[in-house]
């Protein structure tokens, strides 16, 4: 019963604090690592976000946003790999002043469709990817009013993409630039 009040009471504190809903956008530029040749991949990202402060200066922010990541191999045969993910980064805030932030927190990743195309054939390898993939996020944004900003975030995959890979990890890597819009202030 203890346990259900202290969620409860952190539920209302949160939901009695939480100010700004926005919307957030912008560009993927992906990579893979531990895989011979491979260059960045561009992408988008885009999704919802909702800001609640936690203390003067700081706040935390959870988001789910659909992401495109992946890669591209160079060499005798250009194979592009594509993944798309419903991501749910919750990023905690530090506000340097009232306009400019810097931010941190995991990642969540969970994977809808996969692919590789090679000479204008796509495959389907989703059977191939785990389902989840966890990251660490580092980032910052700036304020230009008091509704819309510039924000940048780099995301280190944590966990292994490929499923029962004997070889060293396959991990995702992206960062992101793009543009917040926040409802209210």
């Given at each position: 019963m203890k346990k259900l009040m202290l969620v409860g009471a952190v539920a209302l504190f949160v939901s009695s604090n939480a100010q700004m809903f926005g919307v957030k956008g912008g560009a993927n530029i992906s990579g893979i690592s531990n895989v011979d040749n491979v260059k960045s991949k561009f992408g988008f990202y885009a999704g919802a976000f909702m800001n609640a402060p936690i203390a003067e200066s700081f706040s935390i922010q959870p988001e789910v946003l659909y992401s495109t990541k992946g890669g591209k191999t160079t060499g005798d045969v250009e194979i592009v790999?594509?993944?798309?993910?419903?991501?749910?980064?919750?990023m905690?805030?530090?506000?340097?002043?009232?306009?400019?932030?810097l931010e941190a927190g995991p990642e969540?990743?969970?994977?809808?469709?996969?692919?590789?195309?090679?000479?204008?054939?796509?495959?389907?390898?989703?059977?191939?990817?785990?389902?989840?993939d966890l990251g660490i996020g580092l980032g910052a944004g700036y304020y230009f009013t008091e509704n819309i900003g510039l924000?940048?975030?780099y995301v280190a995959g944590v966990t292994d993409m490929v499923?029962?890979?004997?070889?060293?990890?396959?991990?995702?890597?992206?960062?992101?630039?793009?543009?917040?819009?926040?409802?209210?202030?």
């Open positions: 790999g594509s993944a798309d993910y419903i991501s749910v980064p919750v905690f805030q530090y506000h340097v002043t009232p306009q400019i932030y969540f990743s969970f994977l809808l469709s996969a692919n590789a195309k090679t000479g204008g054939v796509s495959s389907d390898i989703k059977n191939v990817l785990t389902g989840f924000t940048a975030r499923k029962d890979n004997p070889n060293d990890a396959v991990r995702n890597s992206v960062f992101q630039v793009g543009l917040a819009y926040k409802f209210g202030y």
